[in-house]
């Protein structure tokens, strides 16, 4: 029997089965209950201009939220503030804040704390254990994936042989492992000079490439569940196809978007451009934006990594890596469609589609799913001003930017969880803040 009456109808272009067209999308409650092409009774009734387009919420496989004794730096709540203003409705949750997330018991706090504190979809990763024997636990207990491991826990740990072990425990229980690929011996040959502006060699490509081989070849040998996250270079994207395993992977639009060059020379301090791994020279960063547009990259991730902006006034070897990314990834790559360089399936499919599959959600544009829903405007030309963002970290190597898509409203359960302060006009803010529950 077809639904004959929703809470809320909303006539409205949609991205809706990879493409755009004009759908009625009716919610009940916190479920999409109807999708189609003619009107059916509701509640309340919307019908947004032309200029809005209406996307399923968008998913990032990689944040950190930090919280803890980290709260300085982000929580869960301005971390979710984050999201919404991004458009962004699911997340992997990375488990570094400290104390890092390595024991059961924290763990099971993590996730109860955040579940007071937001109710974005969240995958909770666990710290990559010094003794893989507890990823049993781990799994059992509400981790959905270990890690990112990270080059310098895989060194203290024990190197190959702890990794070895990591991938064979997680194989045999069933937890997939994401990898930050970078070799720390590799690294910590290096000799040379050391100070922003020789990151990417003090963090050379070899280190990436030795630690994707490296991967390839235990996934080989034990059949682990792989995702490589902010890969960096397009050798190690041909590595991995040509491998023919089944190795996920994800790329920033900072290592797509800016080279360490660029970057240095208009970031208001060099450390805005301090990321692990590096940003690499402006050639490979050409062909892995290229490698974008052809469809060859599966999964876009921002790796939001806040730090308080006094951090990142210290001297090279003590600023703290990361760049802030939940609210610049879908207005840059929204404006990569809009300027007609790539088309918006293959966006879509890199912020939403496949992270979803990653993460194991049901959500999308489709009867049933949960109402998630990210509203843009697709003709809202702004220069990126992080002074606003809902993160506690408001500054980003992107500022000045100019992008033409603005997220202006978030939909989270069926609730209108965010909307923006601009970029919409008085009579459709109305019309949500009135037809939407909050």
């Known amino acids: 029997m077809g639904v004959s009456k929703v809470d809320v109808l909303i006539k409205a272009r949609a991205y809706v089965r990879g493409g755009v067209r004009e759908v009625y999308i009716g919610i009940t409650g916190s479920e999409i ?10 509640g309340n009734k919307l019908e947004l201009p032309n200029q809005y387009l209406v996307l399923p919420g968008l998913v990032d496989v990689h944040v950190h939220f930090r919280d803890f004794d980290l709260s300085y730096k982000e929580d869960a709540i301005s971390g979710t503030q984050a999201a919404l203003a991004g458009g962004y409705t699911a997340v992997g949750e990375m488990p570094n804040t400290r104390p890092p997330i390595k024991t059961v018991e924290l763990l099971r706090r993590k996730i109860e704390e955040f ?12 710290g990559a254990p010094q003794d893989p024997s507890l990823l049993k636990d781990a799994l059992n207990n509400g981790a959905y994936a270990v890690g990112e491991v990270f080059p310098e826990e895989v060194l203290e740990y024990g190197g190959d042989q702890y990794l070895e072990s990591l991938f064979r425990e997680a194989a045999r229980v069933g937890i997939p492992v994401i990898m930050h690929c970078e070799d720390p011996i590799i690294i910590n040959q290096y000799s040379g000079p050391r100070g922003f502006e020789y990151h990417n060699a003090i963090r050379g490509p070899r280190a990436e490439l030795a630690c994707v081989h490296n991967v390839i070849r235990l996934v080989y040998r034990y059949g682990t569940k792989v995702h490589i996250t902010h890969i960096t270079l397009p050798q190690s994207i041909s590595m991995i ?9 994800d790329v920033t639009p900072h290592h797509m978007l800016l080279s360490q060059e660029e970057c240095l020379a208009r970031a208001e301090k060099p450390a805005y451009c301090k990321v692990n791994p590096p940003l690499r020279d402006e050639t490979t960063r050409r062909e892995l934006l290229a490698m974008f547009v052809r469809g060859e990259v599966p999964i876009v991730a921002s790796d939001h990594a806040p730090h308080a902006d006094w951090e990142k006034d210290k ?26 360089f790539v088309d918006l399936g293959t966006v879509m499919r890199a912020i939403q589609e496949r992270p979803a599959k990653f993460l194991g959600l049901n959500v999308g544009i489709k009867q049933g799913s949960c109402a998630d829903l990210t509203i843009i405007n697709t003709k809202a030309r702004h220069r990126i001003e992080p002074e606003k963002f809902r993160s506690k970290a408001k500054y980003s190597p992107f500022k000045g930017f100019e992008v033409d898509v603005a997220v202006v409203a978030t ?18 803010r109305k019309l949500l803040e009135s037809s939407l529950p909050h």
Do not use: C, Q
Not at 115 to 126: A, D, E
Not at 241 to 249: P, V, Y
Not at 315 to 338: H, K, M, N, S
């Open 411 to 428: 939909i989270l359960h069926g609730k209108l969880a965010y909307i923006s302060e601009g970029h919409i006009d008085d009579a459709t």
């Open 315 to 340: 001297p090279y070897d003590e600023a703290p890596p990361g760049i802030v990314g939940l609210e610049t990834t879908a207005p840059l790559l929204l404006t990569l469609w809009r300027r007609g």
């Open 241 to 249: 196809r040509l491998s023919g395993l089944d190795i996920t992977f």
């Open 115 to 126: 579940g007071k504190k937001t109710n974005l979809h969240i995958r909770h990763y666990f």
């Open 33 to 42: 209950a109807y999708i189609g092409n003619e009107p059916i009774e509701a």
